[in-house]
């Protein structure tokens, strides 16, 4: 399957803005995805996935209450809805699918998209 991430862009802290990742090739509703973010100078983490059955995952609370994922299976598509951003969101943020979307191990999962970046400014 190939994903393609899009949406990133440049906004306003406290505004928002919705990722996208599109999948071709295989229907992604086979697929747990999860959605990484590489902050400038750090390593890739893993902030939130989607299991095969829509069930959400949260890695950590920096982005509860703010950040929602959900899948479009209709459009083959999954979507990360950020609200109320932060400067400290800023990142490039991959999308990536595998079996299972509740692991912080990049090595779960196989299918990755290119990256989209996400900054905000203060």
């Known amino acids: 399957v190939q994903l393609q991430a899009s949406g990133g862009g440049l906004v306003q802290a406290g505004g928002s803005l919705r990722l996208s990742c599109a999948a071709s090739?295989?229907?992604?509703?086979?697929?747990?995805v999860v959605w990484f973010r590489q902050l400038p100078g750090k390593e890739r983490e893993v902030v939130i996935g989607i299991s095969r059955n829509g069930g959400s995952t949260y890695f950590g609370d920096s982005v509860k209450g703010r950040f929602t994922i959900s899948r479009d299976n209709a459009k083959n598509t999954v979507y990360l809805q950020m609200n109320s951003l932060k400067p400290e969101d800023t990142a490039v943020y991959y999308c990536?699918?595998?079996?299972?979307?509740?692991?912080?191990?990049?090595?779960?999962?196989?299918?990755w998209g290119q990256g989209t970046l996400v900054t905000v400014s203060s």
């Open positions: 090739g295989r229907t992604l509703s086979s697929y747990g």
């Open positions: 990536a699918a595998g079996h299972w979307s509740t692991t912080s191990d990049e090595r779960a999962y196989d299918y």
